[in-house]
């Protein structure tokens, strides 16, 4: 019996190898008649005798020396066999074949598609991904949507869905690809889909697909239906937010000004129970957000409270966003510390924290302290100066009284080549041979920055129109056109120019300077309701708290209490980041080029010509920017046009939120020239309590303001607040206060000012001469005064 059973089985394993050696023999022979001219012709003849099956046909359509379009051939030829019909898996087999060139058989995938639906076939989720992978890959978004839409229609037919993995697949594809629009129209649609569905017909897209979409959605700009997915999301209870989304979500409110839903979420976070609270990613994008909106010292305090009980050490993220926002809000004495932890905790700085260190030193007025921090950046070699760096530092020398030496560095990069001058470079330099009042220096400046490849963009224009607008020579307008590379930038001036002549033929007033379009407050005092605040208490914390004293974040909690309570959907006050004017093209009305013009008339005292031109261009639809406001309100101050300016203020009220430390110096400076210190000084208090900053201008003006009040005493109190901040005084205010020391008629306070001024090497220029003439005349009366006492006693006496 055993001999029997085991004949059988070699029998059937015999019978079995001679099957699978047949079907490796017909196959060969296919593939042979396949490869030869004329392809599947020669299958004709003996189609009929050819046995075939799911396993062969799968061979043959496996074969790696077949190309594509051979086993496609084969394929429909396999189809028009009476006897024979594809199965799912030689239908994936061959759309694995073709997807791999998409490009060339793009209607084949279609008819394909169509096929497998004539045949009864359903496309399983496996080879439906493979299709759409294939059309995003080569960019055919059209015919990907195409496919997923005729896909869609069948399944809803059978009552069926397609797996939530195809559709996230999709969605991260289309926002890698930036097609967010499209993105979000399926993201859309699947949640309204999902919303009506039950049970397992629901198919959504899981959080990597959502926090992509986010993060694109963020990208670029489109604030609106980043809301809308938030909201959306939130709405529904299938997919909350991962910690992931959260960060996302945080860091995008807070960079957009509304600081409430980022505080609010935050305090979510922490109130979800398990592994789901804040981690190192979650703090500093609320530090980020914070410096961001220019609440630097509450982001001190969340820094610390980071370092201390949160469980996380900062890493080098932490550190620069800090130095970053200290730097540009004048806090560099505390920038300065940070950076020294960071180098004590083996934390090595890059080119962005040098950069940002050397910018605040510089606008602080520390130029030898800078000057030694290059040292160390260049001979510590952790990090290499850029191009940038180089900027930074010839800026900051022509601010500083250092001209001779700013040009000096220019030239010497220049020799070094391109890869230590840009553009920027060229334009720093040319703007103050301009306010020198070089033109031809600069002109040729433009030569040779166009001469080297560098595009001479609407910031050099700008300043050297002004200078050509102050000194009459629009002559040498023409010189400038010949050598700007640029296509689009010329006609865009030409064009411009040509616009506003004709848009400004009508008569202007002669009784007043300006067109009245904005409305005048008439009182003063209304300037401190331009912008609402809550009323601050304890540090800019509102009210008093009830906090968790076991809390890792304790100061968090109470920011988000504090925003929670009041009605801060935005802060009005930020850091400005200076952001570089680039051309649009020929046919682009923007505001940059209404900014250009603006500062032409502005800068030659035609404030009608401005105004009118303003009009024009927001009638036309383009709306100004801080910028274009605190330019208008800048000159009607200069021409003592007070009111006026508080008009323009409270219009940016309406349109800006006046969010700039520019804004501030400017109604300071305002209120100076009125001898209204008092007010100036509670606009002072108010800027402080909204988070602001006083840069070195600021100071200069309040200082000035204050003692041409005669409130000297707080002068010096401000003058010695200045120094403590860490930003050392400049010539414009040691100037400022000898004057108003000498003509208080304390003259020795004054000669103390000058004293310090040599001491600290700060360089006098002609205001310097004209105010010591002034002190020295009052000294000689001072001292004819004690003279003509003497001689009075002496002639009492005899």
Not at 258 to 265: E, P, S, V, W, Y
Not at 518 to 531: H, Q
Not at 757 to 763: E, F, K, N, S, Y
């Amino acid at each position: 019996m055993r001999h029997g059973q085991s004949f059988r089985v070699n029998n059937v394993t015999k019978v079995a190898a001679a099957s699978k050696l047949g079907n490796l023999l017909v196959v060969a022979s296919i593939a042979k008649y396949l490869s030869k001219p004329g392809g599947i012709h020669h299958l004709e003849k003996d189609g009929d005798s050819i046995p075939l099956s799911e396993d062969l046909v799968l061979q043959v359509l496996r074969r790696n020396s077949l190309d594509a379009s051979k086993k496609l051939d084969f394929f429909q030829w396999c189809s028009l066999r009476p006897n024979y019909k594809h199965s799912v898996n030689t239908y994936s087999q061959m759309f694995k074949t073709i997807c791999s060139l998409p490009h060339e058989h793009h209607n084949d995938i279609f008819e394909l598609i169509a096929s497998m639906r004539s045949d009864g076939v359903v496309l399983d989720s496996v080879t439906f991904k493979l299709i759409l992978d294939a059309f995003i890959r080569s960019g055919k978004f059209d015919s990907a949507l195409e496919v997923l839409d005729y896909v869609e229609r069948d399944l809803t037919s059978t009552s069926s869905c397609l797996s939530p993995g195809v559709y996230c697949s999709v969605l991260i594809a289309l926002v890698k690809k930036n097609q967010i629009p499209i993105a979000l129209s399926i993201f859309l649609k699947l949640l309204e889909s999902s919303s009506s569905a039950v049970g397992d017909n629901i198919a959504i897209p899981d959080a990597i697909a959502c926090n992509e979409l986010l993060v694109g959605l963020k990208k670029a700009e489109m604030k609106g239906e980043f809301r809308e997915v938030f909201a959306k999301l939130r709405d529904t209870k299938l997919y909350p937010l991962d910690r992931c989304g959260y960060n996302i979500c945080i860091h995008t409110f807070g960079c957009w000004g509304d600081l409430t839903t980022a505080l609010g979420l935050f305090k979510e976070m922490k109130d979800k129970s398990g592994s789901f609270g804040p981690d190192l990613c979650t703090y500093n994008s609320l530090i980020h957000v914070l410096c961001l909106l220019g609440k630097v010292k509450d982001a001190l305090i969340v820094w610390e409270e980071l370092k201390g009980s949160s469980g996380h050490e900062p890493d080098m993220f932490t550190y620069r966003i800090l130095i970053q926002g200290c730097c540009k809000s004048y806090y560099i004495n505390e920038a300065m510390k940070i950076f020294n932890e960071m180098e004590y905790n083996g934390i090595r700085a890059d080119t962005v924290v040098y950069n940002s260190l050397l910018d605040g030193l510089l606008k602080s007025r520390k130029l030898i302290e800078a000057c030694n921090l290059f040292e160390k950046m260049v001979d510590d070699g952790g990090a290499r100066a850029s191009c940038w760096t180089y900027n930074i530092l010839i800026d900051g020398l022509y601010k500083n009284g250092r001209e001779e030496a700013a040009y000096t560095m220019f030239c010497d990069l220049k020799r070094k080549g391109n890869n230590f001058v840009d553009g920027v470079t060229y334009s720093i330099v040319i703007l103050h041979l301009c306010r020198e009042n070089k033109l031809e220096e600069a002109l040729q400046l433009v030569e040779e920055m166009e001469a080297r490849g560098f595009v001479v963009d609407l910031v050099t224009i700008t300043s050297l129109l002004i200078v050509f607008y102050r000194r009459g020579q629009w002559d040498w307008t023409e010189r400038l056109m010949k050598h700007i590379r640029d296509g689009n930038l010329v006609p865009a001036l030409i064009k411009w120019k040509s616009t506003m002549e004709g848009s400004m033929k009508s008569p202007q007033s002669k009784k007043r300077d300006f067109t009245p379009m904005f409305p005048s407050i008439k009182d003063l005092s209304e300037i401190l309701n331009v912008t609402n605040s809550a009323d601050v208490k304890n540090g800019g914390v509102a009210g008093e708290e009830e906090t968790d004293e076991w809390s890792s974040s304790p100061y968090m909690d109470l920011l988000a209490n504090q925003f929670a309570s009041g009605s801060h959907s935005s802060q009005s006050f930020s850091v400005s980041r200076g952001v570089r004017v680039k051309d649009k093209g020929e046919d682009s009305f923007d505001i940059d080029m209404v900014n250009t013009y603006l500062s032409i008339f502005l800068s030659k005292g035609k404030l009608s010509l401005a105004c009118k031109l303003f009009e024009i261009f927001t009638n036309m639809g383009i709306d100004p920017v801080s910028y274009t406001y605190n330019s208008i309100m800048s000159s009607f101050v200069k021409k003592g046009y007070f009111k006026e300016a508080w008009g323009v203020l409270h219009a940016m009220g309406e349109t800006v939120h006046p969010a700039d430390i520019a804004t501030y110096n400017v109604i300071i400076q305002g209120l100076g020239k009125m001898g209204r210190a008092d007010l100036a000084n509670a606009v002072l208090d108010k800027l402080m309590k909204e988070g602001g900053y006083l840069d070195i201008v600021m100071y200069n003006t309040l200082i000035n303001a204050l003692g041409k009040a005669g409130r000297i005493d707080e002068a010096n109190k401000l003058f010695q607040q200045m120094k403590t901040s860490g930003i050392n005084p400049d010539v414009v205010t040691y100037n400022t206060l000898i004057e108003v020391h000498s003509k208080a008629g304390q003259l020795k306070d004054a000669y103390k000012y000058l004293r310090m001024m040599l001491d600290a090497g700060c360089v006098p220029n002609h205001v310097t001469d004209t105010t010591l003439d002034f002190l020295e005349k009052e000294i000689e009366k001072i001292r004819y005064q004690k003279a003509s006492m003497s001689r009075a006693k002496t002639d009492d006496l005899s």
